[in-house]
């Protein structure tokens, strides 16, 4: 009895330390990040470098791809990448934005693109079909942001609101690129008042947040209220740095520290923020320049 006893305690105890080991190594291990995504807008090379791109994909242990639409691009040179991506793991969704969609006439560019993924998915497999829809719009880059600014957040709302329609008619999730400070901006209009981010975050199933910048606790302070909003109406949000080189600021790029660095900064924001149901891993911005990074 005795033995069977101190049996039993010392399995208790051996399990107990594993899962708390588990634990611990999960908070800080970049390799247990929930989602690791990037963005591919140089399109040509799924065709001129297929076997590259998806090495570096699998290497760098992506799991979702941003990759942009070019209907210049043959449909079968989408189904083979996104087929052999598909094999390893890795779901691909279609990329495309302007901030001259916010314009006048942009709902004309947003239809292009639904018109094709549309027909695309119906002439696909299922192991060619794109995962989703990933939208990179960025309206304060239209000039309307500056002369008008009230008019165009109005315009990016009914944008997303009629992207929104539009992918749930195609049956596919919706995500969108967001600044950091879109938490300071706020709205007030058709679509109710509040705060942009949070407006943002209501109407996509995530959110990946470009907060580019080159230190852990920088990182961790932008990102603070969409990862908190984001938990209590159950979205997503996706961390996004940039590795490119940047004339927008010292501290705005990975780009002049190297990947080692790099990791160990994403290390940190991935341990203060791993117990937020909301935060969903990391986007590196982009591929052409993380392929050509220091190490």
Not at 259 to 273: D, F, G, P, S, T
């Amino acid at each position: 009895m005795v033995s069977r006893s101190l049996s039993k305690t010392f399995i208790v105890f051996i399990v107990t330390i594993v899962s708390m080991l588990g634990l611990t190594m999960g908070k800080v291990d970049a390799k247990s990040m929930q989602d690791k995504a990037t963005w591919l807008w140089d399109t040509t090379k799924i065709v001129e470098d297929e076997s590259g791109v998806l090495s570096f994909l699998e290497g760098k242990q992506v799991k979702k791809l941003y990759l942009q639409i070019n209907s210049d691009i043959a449909s079968d040179d989408y189904k083979s990448f996104i087929n052999k991506a598909t094999t390893k793991g890795i779901k691909v969704y279609a990329l495309d934005g302007s901030a001259s969609w916010v314009s006048a006439d942009g709902c004309k560019m947003q239809d292009q693109l639904f018109d094709w993924i549309q027909s695309y998915n119906e002439n696909a497999a299922a192991t060619e079909g794109f995962s989703g829809v990933h939208l990179d719009v960025e309206p304060y880059l239209n000039s309307g942001w500056s002369s008008n600014q009230e008019k165009t957040i109005e315009s990016y709302q009914a944008l997303l609101t009629r992207a929104k329609g539009n992918t749930e008619q195609l049956q596919l999730p919706l995500e969108v690129d967001m600044p950091f400070w879109f938490g300071e901006v706020s709205y007030n209009n058709q679509f109710g008042s509040g705060l942009l981010a949070d407006w943002v975050i209501d109407q996509v199933e995530s959110v990946s947040i470009m907060a580019y910048r080159d230190a852990a606790k920088d990182i961790i302070k932008i990102v603070e209220h969409e990862i908190n909003y984001a938990k209590k109406v159950n979205k997503s949000i996706v961390i996004g740095v940039e590795t490119g080189a940047s004339d927008e600021g010292k501290n705005i790029t990975f780009y002049d520290n190297g990947e080692a660095y790099m990791n160990k900064q994403l290390a940190q924001v991935h341990k203060q923020y791993a117990n937020k149901t909301s935060y969903n891993g990391f986007a590196i911005h982009h591929v052409d320049s993380w392929m050509n990074m220091k190490p």
